[in-house]
């Protein structure tokens, strides 16, 4: 018995065809036509005139392009196998050149620095301040091999690692976390990349290391064309292309490459057909890190140096092309890294024409990394839909965002409060009136995330960049305003006023973030905004007609509340109890007004919008113009951070903005807990140079390189641990427990009640 | 005839709780076998058992006269068992011969047996199963279990959220499975008479007991026995 083709299946099970909120002008098929057209225009016009050609393909531009396309077949790998965007693939490939070059060049095997046993024993030992009569066992910190090794089995020892290191991350970090929540796998992933750029600085400090043994001259070629290459960057690029040849064979030809594909997706139906998800995720992890390994190492010698920072954030290109491809074709990836790659090597020869716009003299910088951003934003734009589509893999749960109790509201906060401003005004030494500083500032930047990620569901690693965007602008409303073309388009503007103004532009901006946002979502979100982070940082930051070139941006505030001047109170000299006092009203305004917000119906809106758009939708809440004003309301919250940042260091500049202090902050928030207040206040204690971090190096003289590497390690076991963060998981606990004494009660009325 | 599925005093549920208590059953090769019962009966909780997506509390399954004890999911469906849950776990971003693809060992000729039973995914095999309406996504589920050429398929509740016309034409696709390839099935279906009439025996589990266990001819034919163990009353 068959059921026949003519079983009305399709007409009873009716699926609705639910229309897009808005029409598109033109269709889909016909817009990417149209682009790929230009893009080929583009390219046919480089590759006709010889003199841009050469400076398109150089070796270093395709050598570049490999390494691009290595973190992103990386990345894509990771994607596939496990459901996980690695933001440190570009770390991994990082970290494996160091571990290369220390055997190659030196013969050492370098350890982290942790775990150290004696660590605490240390700590404590340094407290008593009795060194003389502990002798501690050293903890090796190298493994000496007597000598340089030679290239290959220096080169077969960092793929060992390569393999170590990716069952590490599979077995250790990724699998534990393969049901939580797409944010914690980010994090987790942002942990990681802390934790190893923290050991390569602690190690070798953050200069460029040699990776050459003895320089010779590299032999050169000639191609076709007259490209010009030596044999080692054809090796190079050569290998890329195998690599993602095989890899494309692998997933078209393998029931491996559609298993896996099966088994992110659903690891039920997966297992259920007999494949196991372990193995799969397990041997696509490992595949990763080998490929941006082994790339990391070859190109690391190409280019005879290796810091800790370049290849570590090369997974921003990487990130742009492998959403280029999708985070789906190897071929596409790889095709976009070299296109990529070139055209910013491009970008820097054009530079010195005379028609290219210039700032101040020099040319405007960053346009180069403004690159990766457009691709970026172009291709999500034109295949993002403004919904979910039907089948679409909905993303795992958040963190419960807590309506705050009265009692929170009502006792424990009036106690925090209160012994915050008692501890500024008569126990605090300077250093730890600093360290509150820091800590209510800190506090500051974490709302905006509680409000964009822990209300709305909306990963936005853009948020440091919307604090500097209201930093930079205050340093110009503190000094003699805004001029354009010689006209004065905003004049100065006095203390409190000049904040809220600055902050204003950073939500001008952020509704310019919330526009991919409409879009775009999840993970995918998370690299857009990072993109866009990284490109104004580099484009407006560094650009001297922002930053003030060499005289840098300083912000002024009213002189009774210089954080620099000593107040009448307090004890010690310095670190102004006023400039403390301000920063807690300003925390506590802002703590109520997102009280506020979370039990108004705008609240339940967001929250809506968080768990299901397609519902909230269905519902009736304007899925758009709930995310806007969420951005615009997480953006004025970040630029009243940026702007206190500015008045606590007395200036601004774009470090403190930049590409590492964005992941950071936004790791730090969701350690805290990144959807209820209470965690956003223990994330600003968490911070770097915080409270705890103070007490940690003042009171257990925790060496204060140790901050990220401690960090680093906490996100990644917050994230394992306590998918909540700290302050969400001591929630849930209570909840729980609360639950636990209702249920009793209930079952007791059952019973009572009972027939 | 030695059973494919033993069922002996089965203890299971969630988290140390017992949903189901004291279960004994058995599918032998060619039986359809029917699971019946009421919402929260523990049906589906005996199938997730079965195929090692849950730990057994107490007592035994044993498949293909092995123990499902400590053994993981994917081995045990190696062996031979395809269990169509009720969620489907379709691969949506997948296409329709992607997914069919995965259950087939051999290749080809297994698609072109599941292809055989549901000729209506000829026309999709190149859409994508996430865009399937809910009778073709239950379609696709049953072929693709069919593709493992299974010795024993376990099916729970194929008829959620399907209108009963096209349960008509779905069910007799598993006794006409049993009958040609001597596979055992057990099925979980809330159509009790569409069900009777495939199956060769019926179980009926009430609030986590066996209350009634019968031929289904025999069940067919007194309907008040069925009636009494949905209802909560004594079989009697």
């Not at chain 2, 395809?82 to 776990?89: G, I, K, L, N, T």
Request: charged letters at 15%; hydrophobic letters at 50%.
């Amino acid at each position: 018995m068959a059921v026949s083709d003519e079983a009305p299946a399709a007409e009873v099970d009716f699926a609705p065809e639910i229309k897009p909120l808005r029409r598109r002008t033109l269709p889909a098929s016909f817009q990417s036509r149209l682009l790929g057209g230009i893009g080929i225009a583009i390219l046919l016009r480089i590759l006709l005139d010889s003199e841009l050609r050469l400076k398109f393909l150089t070796g270093a531009s395709l050598t570049q392009g490999a390494l691009v396309a290595a973190i992103a077949l990386g990345v894509v790998l990771t994607y596939r196998g496990s459901g996980v965007v690695n933001f440190a693939t570009g770390a991994t490939a990082m970290y494996t050149a160091y571990v290369y070059t220390g055997l190659r060049v030196e013969g050492k095997l370098f350890l982290p620095p942790l775990p150290n046993p004696f660590a605490i024993v240390e700590g404590v030992a340094h407290h008593l301040d009795d060194k003389s009569t502990l002798r501690l066992p050293r903890w090796p910190t190298f493994i000496d091999f007597g000598g340089h090794l030679t290239l290959v089995s220096s080169l077969l020892m960092a793929l060992v690692f390569c393999v170590l290191f990716g069952l590490v991350l599979h077995g250790l970090i990724f699998r534990p976390l393969r049901h939580a929540p797409p944010l914690a796998k980010v994090v987790a992933s942002v942990g990681v990349l802390l934790f190893l750029q923290a050991v390569i600085v602690r190690r070798y400090g953050t200069s460029a290391r040699s990776t050459y043994l003895n320089v010779g001259t590299p032999k050169q070629l000639t191609l076709p064309f007259s490209i010009r290459l030596t044999v080692d960057q054809v090796i190079v690029i050569v290998m890329v292309i195998s690599i993602t040849l095989l890899l494309w064979a692998l997933f078209r030809f393998t029931r491996f490459g559609l298993a896996t594909r099966a088994a992110a997706e659903n690891e039920k139906g997966a297992m259920l057909l007999g494949f196991s998800p372990e193995f799969l995720a397990g041997t696509n992890w490992v595949l990763s890190t080998v490929i941006s390994g082994l790339l990391g190492v070859l190109v690391a010698g190409n280019q005879a140096s290796v810091d800790p920072v370049a290849i570590t954030l090369l997974v921003i290109p990487a990130l742009s092309v492998a959403l280029v491809g999708g985070l789906n074709s190897f071929g596409i990836t790889t095709a976009a890294a070299f296109a990529l790659a070139a055209s910013q090597a491009l970008i820097g020869f054009l530079q010195n024409r005379t028609w290219y716009p210039k700032a101040a003299g020099a040319p405007i910088p960053g346009v180069a990394q403004l690159l990766p951003f457009l691709l970026i934003v172009g291709v999500l734009f034109l295949r993002g839909k403004s919904l979910p589509t039907r089948g679409a893999v909905a993303s795992g749960r958040l963190p419960f965002a807590t309506n705050p109790s009265l009692r929170s509201t009502r006792v424990v906060a009036p106690i925090a409060v209160a012994a915050c401003a008692v501890a500024l005004m008569f126990f605090a030494t300077p250093n730890g009136r600093l360290a509150i500083f820091t800590s209510l500032i800190g506090i500051v930047i974490s709302l905006s995330f509680v409000v964009i990620t822990g209300y709305v569901g909306q990963i936005s690693l853009a948020q440091m960049m919307l604090a500097g965007i209201s930093g930079f602008t205050l340093s110009k409303l503190t000094g003699d305003g805004i001029h354009l073309y010689g006209h004065t388009v905003i004049p100065k503007i006095p203390f409190p006023l000049n904040a809220l103004v600055g902050a204003l532009f950073a939500m001008g901006i952020g509704l310019l973030v919330a526009l991919p946002a409409l879009r775009v979502r999840g993970v995918n979100l998370a690299i857009v905004t990072f993109a866009f982070a990284i490109s104004m940082n580099e484009f407006l930051f560094k650009n001297p007609g922002v930053s003030g070139g060499f005289k840098g941006a300083s912000v002024k505030i009213i002189g009774p509340l210089d954080p620099l001047k000593t107040a009448t109170v307090g004890r010690g000299k310095g670190a102004n109890v006023w400039f403390g006092m301000f920063l807690l009203v300003v925390v506590v305004l802002l703590c109520s007004m997102i009280v506020n917000l979370r039990r108004s119906g705008t609240g339940r809106r967001l929250l809506a919008t968080r768990s299901n758009e397609r519902a909230a939708a269905a519902a009736g809440v304007d899925v758009a113009a709930t995310k806007r004003t969420a951005f615009a309301i997480a953006s004025f919250v970040a630029g009243l951070g940026g702007a206190l940042v500015g008045f606590r260091l007395g200036s601004v500049n774009q470090l403190y903005f930049g590409d590492t202090n964005s992941l950071a902050v936004l790791a730090f928030a969701y350690l805290g807990g990144i959807a209820c207040i209470s965690g956003a206040v223990t994330a600003g204690m968490l911070v770097p140079s915080g409270i705890v971090f103070t007490i940690l190096q003042t009171v257990f003289k925790v060496p204060s390189e140790f901050t990220l590497l401690l960090g680093g390690l906490a996100l990644i076991v917050t994230a394992i641990m306590n998918p909540e963060g700290i302050a969400g998981g001591f929630n849930a606990k209570l909840r729980e427990r609360k639950r636990a004494r209702s249920g009793e009660s209930v079952v007791a009325a059952h019973a009572g009640g009972g027939h | 005839m030695a059973a494919l599925l033993e069922i002996e005093n089965f203890y299971g549920g969630y988290e140390g709780v017992a949903v189901v208590r004291d279960l004994t059953l058995s599918v032998t090769a060619g039986e359809v076998v029917a699971l019946l019962g009421p919402n929260g009966a523990g049906k589906t909780t005996t199938m997730l058992s079965t195929s090692g997506l849950l730990p057994i509390i107490k007592g035994d399954i044993r498949v293909f006269g092995e123990t499902v004890k400590k053994r993981a999911p994917h081995k045990i469906a190696r062996a031979g068992l395809a269990h169509v849950p009720e969620d489907r776990s379709l691969f949506f971003q997948l296409t329709v011969a992607e997914n069919l693809r995965l259950g087939a060992a051999k290749g080809s000729a297994d698609i072109a047996q599941a292809l055989h039973y549901f000729p209506a995914l000829e026309p999709l095999m190149g859409r994508k199963a996430g865009l399937l309406s809910g009778g073709e996504q239950q379609m696709l589920a049953m072929g693709r279990a069919l593709t493992t050429n299974p010795k024993l398929l376990i099916v729970d509740e194929m008829s959620l959220g399907l209108a009963p016309i096209i349960v008509e034409r779905l069910l007799p696709v598993l006794r006409t499975v049993a009958d040609k390839t001597g596979a055992g099935v057990l099925l979980i279906e809330q159509h009790v008479d569409l069900a009777l009439g495939i199956a060769d025996r019926a179980y009926v589990l009430s609030h986590g007991d066996l209350v009634l266990q019968d031929d289904a001819a025999h069940l067919r034919a007194n309907r008040h026995l069925l009636e009494a163990s949905y209802l909560g009353g004594s079989s009697e």
